[in-house]
């Protein structure tokens, strides 16, 4: 994968299927109501309700004589489309991990996805707290939309750092051994990652369907359904790390010698301590502030 600048492409493409998505996910009781009928005539009434709340584009009748229009289809086909575009198109930035597969696209992209998402959960706030505090007119959907938003943050960062290899790591005893044995620590914790994930899976599957076949709302004012998309993304996210995990292991097994320690050490930093403080050692100086400076 090239290493390029940021394009417009890859702004663009990343906020057009938040876009997309975003509209799915607020009609989504539409789909429901088209495939997923429930059983209970109260149940089909609340997620009416709900639909008819909620709908952005009410005065467009259901395609095919269902709940959802062709907005809320371009909509599916608008995920798709950019989703694949944005795999496609997406590129290594300079910082980041310079050994990527084809199917390492998929975590890089959804990283790209989550930058948009700080920069739009930013702005979220921002408009916010102008309105509240200026013109002293807060809004009712801020508050939950924010929370929404730095929920799918949380998750969906955590795949990119597994993607990227920038996880939290106790490497003393991992620098040390020779490759062989690193491979082995390597894939216990692949293992225990894996494992980790499927009874995750296994046990949290049946309440996230219930959520998300509920379409459970949050019960506010603003009422969004994070119970019903924040629970199923985890288990999606897991899975997905889970095989990054794997994805991890076999793309770097051939390493010849791999070092953790010290990464984040900055050379230039080091050596503009080594030329203020001279070839003597620090002697009488104290070096612990921003300014090299004589000890009191």
């Known amino acids: 994968m090239q290493v390029r600048s940021g394009t417009p492409i890859e702004w663009l493409v990343p906020l057009a299927f938040i876009f997309c998505a975003g509209w799915v996910v607020w009609h989504m009781p539409a789909f429901l109501l088209d495939f997923v009928p429930p059983d209970t005539e109260s149940q089909f009434n609340r997620l009416a309700a ?105 998750l969906c960062a955590g795949l990119y750092a597994m993607q990227q290899r920038s996880h939290i790591r106790i490497v003393l005893l991992y620098d040390v051994v020779p490759r062989w044995l690193q491979r082995v620590f390597d894939t216990i914790s692949t293992v225990l990652i894996v494992a980790f994930a499927f009874f995750l899976i296994y046990g949290g599957y049946g309440e996230a369907f219930d959520k998300f076949y509920r379409w459970e709302t949050f019960g506010t004012a603003f009422d969004p359904p994070l119970p019903a ?29 791999v070092h953790y320690g010290g990464e984040d050490l900055d050379e230039e930093e080091i050596e503009r301590i080594k030329a203020q403080v001279g070839n003597e050692g620090v002697g009488d100086l104290d070096v612990t502030g921003r300014h090299v400076k004589a000890k009191d």
Do not use: C, H
């Open 50 to 154: 709900q639909l008819q709340r909620n709908d952005v584009s009410p005065e467009m009748g259901g395609l095919f004589g269902g709940f959802a229009d062709i907005i809320d289809w371009l909509a599916v086909v608008g995920m798709a489309v950019f989703g694949v575009i944005g795999v496609r198109t997406v590129q290594r930035a300079g910082m980041e991990f310079e050994s990527w597969r084809a199917i390492d696209r998929v975590a890089v992209f959804i990283g790209r996805v989550t930058m948009m998402l700080v920069l739009l959960l930013t702005l979220v706030m921002l408009y916010e707290v102008v309105l509240r505090y200026i013109f002293e007119r807060p809004t009712l959907w801020a508050n939950e939309t924010s929370l929404w938003l730095a929920g799918f943050v949380f």
């Open 229 to 257: 998309t924040i629970k199923p993304t985890i288990l999606v996210i897991i899975g997905l790390v889970a095989v990054q995990a794997v994805i991890n292991l076999i793309s770097d097994w051939n390493k010849e010698e």
